[in-house]
Structure formats: structure tokens, C-alpha cells
């Protein structure tokens, strides 16, 4: 495996964009889109099946763990590229139970998955992006099981 990309978070990403520092522009990405969304899903403004469930994981994911912040790091004794692990499989795991709802065929929800996933894939090689694609898997699991508990009127 190559030597991942330097991230910059929170500082901004290297300019001109390349392929080579695409890491950073994903983490980027997935910090402010995703915290984004996963607060405002958790505030009850996207509502739709479980989303205040999934805004939650989302925001965990996106603003906790993702950016890596040094001073949580070490509060909680790992390292920053554990810490990004952590976050982009909370992300993975909200999106998967966004994918056990109606909601499964939403571009948004699987290009944002991919995203994470290629993030993974970029720091940690195709053991991490597994990982990540497990953390989506047991989401949607999840997500079938709350479904069933909170939403028994409806079919998944």
C-alpha cells in the first residue's frame, strides 16, 4: 500500500486539487456535508424513516471523530487515524440505516457511502474500506431492527 495523503483538517486542503491529495479534499467533504445533514436530520428538518437516528450517528461521525481533533485523541488514547476510522464507519453505519428504509435509492445516501468508503480505502488500503463496508452492513441490520421495533406499520 502506498503512504497515505497528509489530511489538513481543519486547515484547508492543498491548492490546486490533485488526485494525490484527494484524502483531504474527501475529509473535507465529509465533515462539513455530512455534520451538515446529520444535524439538521437530527433537529427533525430531513425527516423521514429513522433519520433522527441516523442525523445522530451522522453528526458523531462527521464532527466528533472524523476531523481528528488532536485534544479528543488523546483524551480518549487513540490515534488520529484511528479516530478517522471510527468517525467514517459511524457516517458508514447512519448511512446503512438510511439503506434499510424507503429512502435506499437515494443517490445522495450511496454517493456519500462511496465517498466514505474511498476516504477508507485511501488511508488504510482495502482492509480499512472493508471495514467500513461491515460498519455499513451492520447499519443496515440496525436499521431493519428499528424499523421493525419503531415503524411496524411499515414495509421495509
Given at each position: 500500500?502506498?503512504?497515505?495523503?497528509?489530511?489538513?483538517?481543519?486547515?484547508?486542503?492543498p491548492?490546486?486539487?490533485?488526485?494525490?491529495?484527494?484524502?483531504?479534499?474527501?475529509?473535507?467533504?465529509?465533515c462539513?456535508f455530512?455534520?451538515?445533514?446529520?444535524?439538521?436530520?437530527?433537529?427533525?428538518?430531513?425527516?423521514?424513516?429513522?433519520?433522527?437516528?441516523?442525523?445522530i450517528?451522522?453528526?458523531?461521525?462527521?464532527?466528533?471523530?472524523?476531523?481528528?481533533?488532536?485534544?479528543?485523541?488523546?483524551?480518549?488514547?487513540?490515534?488520529?487515524?484511528?479516530?478517522?476510522?471510527?468517525?467514517?464507519c459511524?457516517?458508514?453505519?447512519?448511512?446503512?440505516?438510511?439503506a434499510?428504509?424507503?429512502?435506499?435509492?437515494?443517490?445522495?445516501?450511496?454517493?456519500?457511502?462511496?465517498?466514505?468508503?474511498?476516504?477508507l480505502?485511501?488511508?488504510?488500503?482495502?482492509i480499512?474500506?472493508?471495514?467500513?463496508?461491515?460498519?455499513?452492513?451492520?447499519?443496515?441490520?440496525?436499521?431493519?431492527?428499528?424499523?421493525?421495533?419503531?415503524?411496524?406499520?411499515?414495509?421495509?
Open positions: 500500500m502506498a503512504k497515505a495523503s497528509p489530511l489538513s483538517f481543519p486547515s484547508l486542503p491548492w490546486p486539487p490533485s488526485w494525490g491529495v484527494r484524502a483531504a479534499y474527501l475529509q473535507w467533504w465529509l462539513c455530512m455534520t451538515g445533514v446529520g444535524g439538521l436530520k437530527a433537529a427533525g428538518f430531513l425527516k423521514h424513516d429513522l433519520s433522527q437516528i441516523v442525523g450517528a451522522e453528526i458523531i461521525g462527521g464532527l466528533v471523530f472524523l476531523p481528528r481533533w488532536p485534544r479528543l485523541c488523546v483524551q480518549l488514547g487513540i490515534t488520529p487515524e484511528s479516530s478517522l476510522k471510527v468517525g467514517a459511524f457516517i458508514l453505519a447512519g448511512l446503512g440505516i438510511i434499510s428504509t424507503h429512502k435506499r435509492k437515494s443517490p445522495i445516501c450511496w454517493s456519500q457511502a462511496l465517498l466514505t468508503i474511498e476516504l480505502r485511501e488511508r488504510g488500503g482495502n480499512a474500506a472493508g471495514t467500513g463496508a461491515v460498519a455499513m452492513a451492520t447499519g443496515t441490520v440496525c436499521g431493519m431492527v428499528l424499523g421493525v421495533v419503531f415503524l411496524p406499520s411499515k414495509s421495509l
